[in-house]
């Protein structure tokens, strides 16, 4: 359940409108509590606050900040578009997920409700004294806010959409998937290796792609039943309908089967997400080279950099792996697959090589990336190696006319 409610709460903070509307309930707040400042010593002490002069600040943040607001939905919105085409399109989710925006919208936002709400209980003499003071400060302070938000949201929005940040974010977003998969590689479940169920298979009810694996509602069903899952698909993998989710064999010759039930526990939808699923984000970098390197774009300096970005993350994966060798078991009744380097490698760099291959220069980029990761003491990434420079020489002898290219690229080749 605690699996769930943490994905449930991820999907709801992605939401453009979660944060304004926090931010929009604490500033009704702020505007409402100033009054309480009426009720203590506080009045005695503070100085007398003209009311004409509180008002005429409000006005001024409550006249600006709605303009502000809608001038930061149009930037954000420009920059979307501008990932969207420059980009790929999956980088959508981590372009409007950026912090700085949100924060700033919900600032923009957030203060314009204030100084509405503070103006009108200003005119109907909801403060006294030291109410107030109390308010002159909070708006103070959420002016204050509303500088040093926009000085720091006009720095992002320069960089926001553009090639290079939305490259970062989405390496920065992938090394995070793949440092909490592999301090999980089996979800804390068993390998499947030790345990393979040939049973009764459980099918998928929809068409979609695995969201989420409510792995605790599954460890508690299995063991109702004294069975063992294997589970044959992962977070991201897409299935069509009645495709088979699991399989099991209960030692029970009388079990009391909720397919529902057990079909439940697999949130199925339209999208992947990039923290759960860190072949996503490999898939998304490279997608981005494809374009780079399609003729109407015909950039193949970004496509290196996208080579440069897989070679950090199979690094980071090795490195990551060998400091977690030993998982906890929590679910020793749900037996789940790993995710194959050989998958991982596909995802990276065969798009690269189908699109770069008459390009002299990226091929040279992906067969010294090649001879860096087949020095990797992870025996899947070494052997992976050796496959794809194979197989990436070959797709260039296909295209390329110079045979002095050939022969360099020749020489390069692990093979």
């Known amino acids: 359940m605690e699996e769930h409610l943490r994905f449930v709460i991820h999907r709801i903070k992605e939401k453009l409108w979660f944060r304004p509307l926090i931010f929009c309930i604490v500033s009704i707040g702020s505007a409402l509590i100033a009054q309480l400042a009426d009720r203590t010593r506080l009045r005695e002490l503070v100085p007398d606050i003209k009311v004409e002069s509180l008002s005429e600040l409000l006005n001024i943040i409550s006249a600006s900040m709605l303009v502000i607001a809608i001038f930061t939905v149009g930037s954000m919105l420009s920059a979307f578009a501008a990932a969207s085409n420059t980009a790929t399109p999956r980088s959508f989710k981590l372009i409007i997920n950026d912090d700085v925006s949100k924060n700033a919208l919900s600032v923009f936002i957030g203060s314009f409700i204030f100084s509405i709400v503070a103006l009108v209980a200003l005119k109907n003499g909801y403060y006294g004294r030291a109410g107030l003071f109390t308010l002159f400060i909070f708006t103070l302070l959420f002016f204050t806010l509303v500088i040093l938000t926009f000085l720091r949201w006009v720095e992002r929005i320069s960089k926001l959409g ?207 990336a090649f001879h860096i990761l087949s020095t990797s003491n992870n025996k899947d990434i070494s052997l992976a190696s050796y496959f794809h420079s194979s197989q990436a020489f070959d797709r260039a002898k296909l295209v390329m006319n110079l045979e002095a290219d050939i022969l360099l690229l020749k020489e390069n080749c692990l093979i």
């Not at 923290?275 to 374009?291: C, M, N």
Request: aromatic share 6%; net charge neutral.
């Open 162 to 368: 553009r090639m290079g940040h939305t490259i970062k974010l989405i390496e920065d977003t992938t090394i995070s998937a793949i440092t909490n998969r592999l301090q999980s590689p089996n979800l804390h479940g068993i390998p499947v290796d030790q345990h393979r169920s040939s049973g009764q298979n459980i099918e998928s009810p929809s068409t979609g792609y695995i969201q989420q694996i409510n792995m605790n509602a599954l460890q508690k069903i299995a063991k109702s039943m004294n069975a063992i899952f294997t589970l044959h698909v992962i977070p991201g993998k897409f299935v069509s309908n009645q495709q088979t989710l699991l399989s099991f064999h209960s030692s029970n010759e009388k079990i009391d089967l909720d397919i529902g039930k057990i079909q439940e526990a697999f949130t199925i939808g339209n999208s992947r997400y990039f923290e759960t699923d860190p072949r996503f984000g490999i898939i998304t970098l490279s997608e981005i080279a494809s374009r780079a390197l399609s003729p109407a774009v015909n950039d193949p300096g970004t496509a290196i950099q996208i080579i440069n970005s897989h070679i950090k993350l199979f690094s980071i994966w090795n490195s990551v792996k060998q400091e977690n060798k030993d998982e906890d078991v929590i679910y020793d009744r749900i037996a789940v697959p790993e995710i194959k380097i050989a998958d991982l490698f596909e995802d990276a760099f065969r798009p690269i090589a189908r699109d770069g291959a008459a390009n002299i220069e990226v091929m040279l980029r992906l067969q010294k």
